[in-house]
């Protein structure tokens, strides 16, 4: 029978009722008084009172605590037994188990069990706890070094922004340099173009062409410096062909003016003694020098006309000087009318001088100090026509390189006499 179950005791034998006296709940059996005389049985173990016997089941409720009684009660005579049939077998019979004694083993477990249960929950709380603070101090630790890593970062964000803006900084200084001397290549370029109006169509037309591509890779502003040096480098070209091409016009031109001067100066002298003649011998040659009343054409160009010039049929004889101011202003209005400023007119006395010249010798040539010479039976408006006809004459009115004209203009057998410079 094991010692757990302390509310199971053993079945009682016959023997052991009759020897066994009925003993008081949670009352402990006593020993004899020493004076009382023993009371023998012979070859048996029951005659011996137990000094700690197990108290006798009792009809309580087997889980009810009995309180123990106030005073001891006085301990029965012991009963003597009556001879057994078998007395060397017989077994002292064990005290039943009184309920009011509180199985202390069971107890005993049991608090061990809770006790166990409370330091194993209380170990697990613990242990938890402790994984907790390491898992936060871990969070923390990672936190730290997320936040090392991030400034570390920063500063290689920052030590990298410093040397791309360093960087920038000296690229922008190349891109600006590089854009402004392509700007500047620009300006001369236009300069160049202004100043050689007679430089021909095909020189002048190659250098406008290379002037826009630059202008616009300058104005785009996304050609790299190289690029845009290379750009502003290929307008040199361009710019030296038109160069030559006006001054070998210029050079041409101006071969032709003194050539004309000469024959002028020729002309002017021959006219005179011409002129002096014709006062001399004037009654004589009057009536065949008159031209006829239905207006027919002159007979061959005077000899005061320069080899080169050209003939106004039906002028020559006399000249005065004419309004040079009124010449002036009809070309600026024309300039006016194609969007070009106005010129200043000034009168010049040897423009005025190789007029009344043409007049008087009928026909019309460059004297090396003027731009454009006409002559016109049809007034002021009839000349410019002519002069905006010929494209020589017309390009030299509208030319945008100049301030400045000086007007001569004479009159003379009905017509109309023009010599302009401009400046």
């Known amino acids: ?113 809770v006790v166990a249960l409370v330091g194993s929950v209380a170990g697990g709380l613990t242990l938890k706890a402790q994984a907790d603070a390491r898992a936060a101090e871990l969070v923390r630790a990672q936190g730290r070094v997320a936040a090392t890593l991030e400034a570390a970062q920063r500063d290689e964000v920052f030590q990298g922004a410093g040397q791309d803006r360093a960087a920038l900084a000296a690229t922008s200084a190349v891109h600006d340099a590089a854009y402004t001397r392509a700007g500047a290549v620009l300006a001369q370029a ?113 000899a005061a006309i320069p080899a080169g010039g050209l003939v106004c049929r039906g002028a020559g004889g006399s000249g005065s000087e004419s309004s040079v101011g009124a010449i002036g202003a009809a070309i600026n209005d024309y300039r006016a009318s194609q969007g070009l400023p106005t010129l200043s007119v000034n009168r010049s006395g040897s423009l005025v001088q190789h007029a009344i010249t043409m007049s008087t010798a009928g026909g019309i040539w460059h004297s090396g100090g003027d731009n454009i010479v006409g002559c016109s039976n049809g007034g002021l408006s009839s000349l410019m026509s002519g002069w905006k006809g010929s494209p020589r004459h017309n390009e030299q009115m509208l030319r945008t390189d100049v301030s400045t004209m000086y007007v001569g203009g004479a009159t003379g057998a009905g017509f109309l006499f023009g010599a302009v410079l401009f400046k």
């Open 1 to 113: 029978m094991s010692d757990i179950d302390a509310n199971r005791s053993p079945r009682a034998t016959a023997t052991d009722e009759a020897t066994t006296a009925p003993q008081i709940p949670t009352q402990r059996v006593q020993p004899l008084p020493p004076e009382s005389a023993p009371i023998t049985t012979p070859a048996s173990a029951a005659t011996q009172v137990p000094t700690q016997a197990p108290a006798v089941r009792t009809p309580t409720v087997p889980t009810q605590r009995v309180a123990a009684p106030t005073a001891p009660a006085p301990a029965p005579a012991p009963a003597v037994p009556a001879p057994l049939e078998h007395p060397a077998v017989v077994a002292p019979r064990r005290a039943a188990r009184t309920p009011s004694r509180v199985p202390m083993r069971r107890i005993a477990l049991v608090t061990a069990a």
């Open 190 to 302: 236009a300069a160049v173009l202004a100043a050689t109006p007679q430089a021909g169509d095909a020189p002048r037309a190659q250098l406008q062409a290379s002037i826009d591509s630059v202008s616009a890779a300058v104005t785009a502003g996304t050609v790299n410096p190289a690029a845009i040096d290379t750009l502003a480098a290929g307008l040199a070209a361009p710019q030296k062909a038109a160069t030559d091409a006006q001054a070998a016009w210029q050079a041409a031109e101006d071969a032709r003016i003194a050539a004309e001067k000469a024959a002028a100066e020729k002309a002017a002298a021959e006219a005179a003694a011409a002129a002096a003649s014709r006062r001399s011998s004037a009654p004589r040659t009057a009536r065949a020098a008159a031209p006829s009343s239905e207006g027919a054409a002159a007979p061959a160009a005077p």
